[in-house]
């Protein structure tokens, strides 16, 4: 909450006339400080990801166009080392030990440069580049989306007790357009380039471009559990399941906040798009059609059309899209009409249409188009295909927290990792006593 309070107040900054007005009376070099003592360090940051993304989607463009296995066996591009040399090199730098040097040579001046390797290796096993990458979607996303729709507001942070566990659904609410939503996007991504391209490029290449991508995911869906206090105990599990279950299947309306409702919660990540100007929805737009790039590559590469290159198989798609939404609105006129005996039915039909990727796209730009929808009344269709997208990323986040909560090791090694060696004791000791308290009081009601 604090970073995104700072983020959105950068970006109100960025579009005030005070900025505007000492960039053009400043000279250069007072320009430059004043632009990287406000709000050059969250721009730099937005640009950082949206290379991130370009790169991504170029990538998977050469691949289903065909353009990287042309590229790659081109004997002028095939043979020619010092490209290679260069890809080597951006690959290291990828990696993020260019960004260190200026920190290592810091500390080396100040203090020596045995402390500083010792600082930077220590700084490795604290993990300190996994929250700070986690940091950069945080700066990104609320700088970015006040950029484009402005709605900057007071976040109340508090000065509580920090070393708490945060449930499952409390971390999802907080992080889930900000990276969850970014971080899948990303990996499937990744997996779509690889699928693909598997057949003419080696497993060392593919390594050497994503590595640097793969640990920007991995740290987008799962810091905050790696972070969160007793994050990996079974029973923290369980409960956090209840509560998520409980909070995805309440109803919303009106007084129902959104820490008790999955539809109010929903309901206000959307409010930013109602108090649009117009350049704020058509860039949103814009920035949802990204996804018809998914749409070629799942109509012209999943060995359904036969090797047909035309647009009528294209056109198809949008059919299949279009009859989604039919039954999607059946389901949910039927669902009000008709008897309880039929919700399985009803259910089972939801399930098979929830796993369409396809839909994510209109999902995204009915959003952008709330006031057309619920004229036409489709809202409660984009709502229930936007719920189920929401269980089934839950479902992604949450099986290999699950996962590793079975082996009891892992939750000790988090402790250690996480705490000092008195805290790690004292928890350890609290969580006997706290099994001890259970067992007297089961004792006293039998």
């Known amino acids: 909450m604090f970073e995104a309070k700072i983020a959105n107040g950068n970006g109100e900054q960025t579009l005030s006339r005070d900025i505007y007005r000492l960039g053009h009376r400043f000279d250069f070099f007072r320009m430059l400080s004043c632009y990287f003592t406000t709000v050059g360090f969250y721009f730099s940051t937005l640009v950082t990801v949206l290379t991130v993304y370009v790169f991504l989607y170029g990538r998977l463009y050469l691949v289903l166009s065909g353009l990287e296995q042309e590229l790659s066996q081109e004997p002028a591009i095939r043979d020619n080392k010092p490209l290679q040399v260069a890809l080597a090199s951006q690959s290291f730098v990828q990696i993020g030990f260019l960004m260190a040097l200026p920190m290592l040579m810091e500390i080396g001046l100040e203090r020596g440069f045995q402390t500083a390797l010792s600082e930077f290796i220590l700084m490795q096993l604290q993990l300190a580049p996994v929250f700070f990458t986690f940091s950069l979607g945080t700066k990104t996303h609320y700088y970015g989306r006040t950029l484009l729709h402005g709605g900057a507001k007071y976040r109340p942070t508090g000065r509580g007790f920090v070393v708490f566990h945060a449930k499952f659904a409390e971390n999802y609410r907080l992080y889930s357009r900000s990276h969850f939503v970014k971080g899948i996007e990303m990996m499937i991504l990744l997996i779509v380039y690889q699928i693909c391209g598997h057949t003419y490029r080696s497993t060392v290449a593919y390594v050497l471009i994503t ?12 810091a905050p559990f790696l972070f969160n206090p007793s994050g990996f105990e079974w029973q923290k599990i369980v409960d956090d399941w209840t ?59 999943l060995h359904v059309t036969r090797e047909t290159k035309s647009f009528l198989v294209y056109g198809a798609s949008w059919l299949v ?43 995204l730009i009915a959003q952008a188009l709330r006031p057309v929808v619920k004229k036409a009344g489709f809202w409660g269709s984009v709502r229930t295909l936007a719920r189920g997208y929401e269980i089934v990323m839950g479902l992604l986040l949450f099986t290999p927290v699950a996962f590793l909560a079975w082996f009891p090791f892992v939750s000790e090694f988090q402790t250690r990792m996480l705490f000092n060696q008195a805290f790690s004791r004292g928890l350890q000791i609290s969580r006997i006593l706290g099994g001890h308290r259970k067992d007297r009081t089961s004792r006293h009601k039998e």
Do not use: C
């Open 321 to 363: 899209i279009v009859l989604i939404l039919f039954v999607m609105k059946t389901v949910s006129v039927g669902r009000r009409k008709f008897s309880a005996s039929y919700q399985l039915v009803f259910r089972l039909i939801k399930g098979l249409i929830f796993l369409t990727f396809l839909s994510i796209l209109v999902i």
């Open 243 to 301: 509560d998520w279950n409980k909070w995805i299947n309440n109803r919303g309306g009106i007084g129902v906040p959104s820490e008790k409702s999955w539809e109010s919660w929903w309901e206000e990540e959307q409010e930013h798009l109602q108090y649009s100007g117009k350049r704020g929805i058509i860039a949103e737009i814009l920035l949802a059609l990204r996804f018809f790039i998914y749409q070629y590559g799942l109509v012209y590469h």
């Open 211 to 222: 590595a640097s991508l793969w640990f920007m995911v991995g740290t987008w869906l799962f």
